[in-house]
Structures are given as structure tokens and as C-alpha cells.
């Protein structure tokens, strides 16, 4: 394989500032609910844990939290 400098062809660069490294993601309207089963002593230990996300998802800028939700699509087909 050729050494190539060059970003991959699909990298998300913020068009603001050229961050290319550290993005945010953002969920509006999250409901978070875990469900808990009371131990005899009195502990509680978590069973399940349901987030539902009911707003939007914003990618945001990790440098000058540009809205970058534009690419948000092609952020989450490239998360592993
Ligand atoms: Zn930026």
C-alpha cells in the first residue's frame, strides 16, 4: 500500500474551523429510564437501561460547535 498524506475521501471536516478529529453528538428529549431490583439489604442493582431519544440528533463541532447534523447521516453509516 502506497503512503498517501491525503484524508480519505469521506472524512467530515467542519467547513468552519477544519476540525476533522472531534465531533459531538447531541440528543435532544431523551427519556432515560432503568429499571432497578431492591437487593434484601436495602441496595438497589440496575436490570435494564432504556433511553428512548424523542427530539432530534445533532452533530455538533467538537472545536467551535458548528451544526454539522448536515452530516450526520454519513457519521452514523461510518460509526463502528
Ligand atoms: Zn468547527
Known amino acids: 500500500m502506497p503512503l ?6 469521506n472524512r467530515i ?7 476533522d478529529t ?11 429510564t432503568t429499571v432497578y431490583m431492591q437487593n434484601e439489604d436495602g441496595s438497589f442493582t440496575p436490570l435494564e ?3 428512548q431519544v424523542l427530539g432530534d ?3 455538533i463541532c467538537g472545536e ?9 447521516q454519513r457519521f452514523s453509516d ?3
Open 57 to 59: 440528533i445533532k452533530l
Open 49 to 51: 437501561d432504556n433511553s
Open 22 to 32: 472531534e465531533f459531538l453528538e447531541v440528543a435532544e428529549d431523551v427519556v432515560l
Open 64 to 72: 467551535c460547535e458548528e451544526d454539522l447534523t448536515a452530516f450526520h
Open 13 to 19: 471536516t467542519c467547513p468552519v474551523c477544519g476540525n
Open 4 to 9: 498517501n498524506d491525503s484524508p480519505a475521501p
Open 78 to 80: 461510518m460509526l463502528f
